[in-house]
């Protein structure tokens, strides 16, 4: 490897720990799950959502099943991913546990799609059916059938990386883009 002499290995030898290292270098944008259930709406923030396939449109949430959301989302089978843009970094310590409950929606502009809370203005928001569900570790995996989708003009993710908030940066010129629709084959 051309740079080989530069890598320092940090890693300790207990998986775990090291698990936990390596997904800090996972750059990630951070959504916020949202859902309604016995008449109260319920959220958090969370990095663990992943696209899994275009046709049918479905994503993938993981939920720790101590998060306040698990119980509700099983029950109503329905949940929001609101991609977060740039100017949401005040909403990630409110989802993620300064705040309970309702009070959470207190802060942002939420509207309604079929009684699921949708960010007004998310970088992209995507409504989804559970059409599926799988146990793993501490945590469960909701697969999402997207039944509607709002996408904001400029893209401007809210990213978490290493602990902290970061942002996304085009490259140089000099490094030659794959056209989107060569991607686009490799990926869906």
């Given at each position: 490897m051309l740079w080989e002499e530069d890598v320092q290995d940090i890693a300790s030898g207990d998986l775990v720990a090291d698990?936990?290292?390596a997904m800090r270098r996972l750059t990630s944008t951070i959504s916020l799950i949202t859902t309604a259930h016995a008449g109260r709406r319920i959220g958090m923030a969370a990095t663990a959502v992943q696209?899994?396939?275009a046709d049918p449109a479905t994503l993938l949430v993981c939920i720790n099943r101590n998060a306040s959301i698990s119980v509700p989302l099983q029950e109503s089978r329905r949940f929001a991913v609101n991609l977060l843009h740039l100017s949401h970094a005040d909403l990630v310590p409110i989802f993620s546990g300064k705040l309970?409950?309702?009070a959470r929606f207190d802060h942002g502009t939420w509207?309604?799609?079929e009684g699921i809370p949708v960010l007004a203005d998310a970088q992209a928001a995507l409504v989804c059916d559970v059409s599926g569900m799988?146990?793993?570790g501490s945590h469960d995996v909701?697969?999402?059938r997207v039944t509607s989708i709002e996408v904001r003009r400029e893209v401007s993710p809210l990213l978490y990386e290493d602990g902290r908030?970061?942002?996304s940066t085009n490259?140089?010129?000099k490094i030659k883009s794959v056209p989107y629709d060569d991607w686009q084959s490799i990926f869906f």
């Open positions: 698990f936990k290292l696209s899994v396939t309970k409950d309702e509207e309604d799609d799988a146990a793993i909701f697969f999402g908030f970061v942002r490259l140089p010129n």
